[in-house]
């Protein structure tokens, strides 16, 4: 059922991806607008991350959990019914291209729903801090995990850890995307940092920078004509 429902559901969400974009000819006034809350099931208004998995369901993190939506019934998942979230509250999401769901928490780690387990991975396993704030997949299937104290790279079932002594601008991770061409863009407390090559250069470079005065990058994307978009905490755009 949520194959053929979500895909409804998503045309009327306003702020959709691509796949489902909105007519920019029209005024968002013609669009027609649903409003989920406690009395329809959904036991936390406070979203924080939303993914649409391949096989249709939207999954929403949660101060209460991560949250199942068929496009008629929620279904919560916490620690008192999955054993593989350690903590309640559910900060970052992401879909990798395995289909597996990672799930990132505000201090309990990361947790993943590969094949219905839920399989956690924390400091006993080599993540470098149980605040988890951002998740992304890089073209070699490695998945980048911005933590309070790191950016860790999980490949081959293996965490590495990058800090500042590495290059980054500051160890609190805030955002992270791959470009096109392949560049990992690390949004952080203090500013911007590249990883290409191998190597990370940091931006905060002087006076009229893109971090000018050393603003937090909470959000990056890049446009259909290849520019990026750095979003800063009191920054601007």
């Known amino acids: 059922m949520s194959s053929r429902i979500l895909p409804a559901f998503l045309s009327i969400l306003v702020g959709g991806g691509a796949a489902f974009a909105l007519d920019p000819s ?13 009395e ?3 036991t936390q208004k406070q979203i924080m991350s939303i993914v649409q ?6 999954w929403l993190a949660s101060m209460q959990g991560l949250v199942r939506f068929d496009g008629v019934t ?6 008192t019914n999955t054993p593989g979230l350690k903590q309640t509250y559910v900060w970052a999401l992401l879909e990798a291209r395995d289909g597996s769901l990672w799930i990132g928490t505000y201090g309990g780690g990361l947790t993943q729903l590969k094949n219905g387990v839920f399989t956690p991975w924390g400091a006993k396993q080599g ?3 149980g605040m988890v704030r951002t998740i992304a997949e890089s073209r070699d299937g490695s998945i980048w995990v911005g933590t309070d104290h790191g950016l860790n790279r999980f490949q081959n079932g293996k ?21 096109r061409d392949g560049t990992i863009w690390i949004g952080t407390l203090a500013g911007l940092t590249r990883f290409q090559d191998g190597k990370f250069t940091t931006f ?8 000018k005065d050393l603003k937090p990058v909470y959000a990056i994307c890049q446009t259909k004509d290849g520019s990026l978009w750095f979003g800063q905490f009191g920054g601007g755009l």
Not at 29 to 37: A, P
Not at 53 to 58: H, N
Not at 162 to 177: N, P, Q, V
């Open 127 to 129: 993540l470098s801090d």
């Open 40 to 42: 329809n099931g959904l």
């Open 53 to 58: 998995t391949r096989d249709g369901y939207l």
């Open 26 to 38: 029209k005024a968002i006034t013609q669009y027609v607008h649903h409003v989920w809350g406690f």
């Open 74 to 79: 929620f279904t919560q998942f916490d620690t």
């Open 204 to 211: 905060p470079v002087k006076d009229g920078s893109l971090t």
């Open 159 to 179: 965490f590495t850890v990058y800090r500042t002594e590495d290059g980054l601008a500051s160890d609190a991770i805030k955002a992270i995307h791959e470009d």
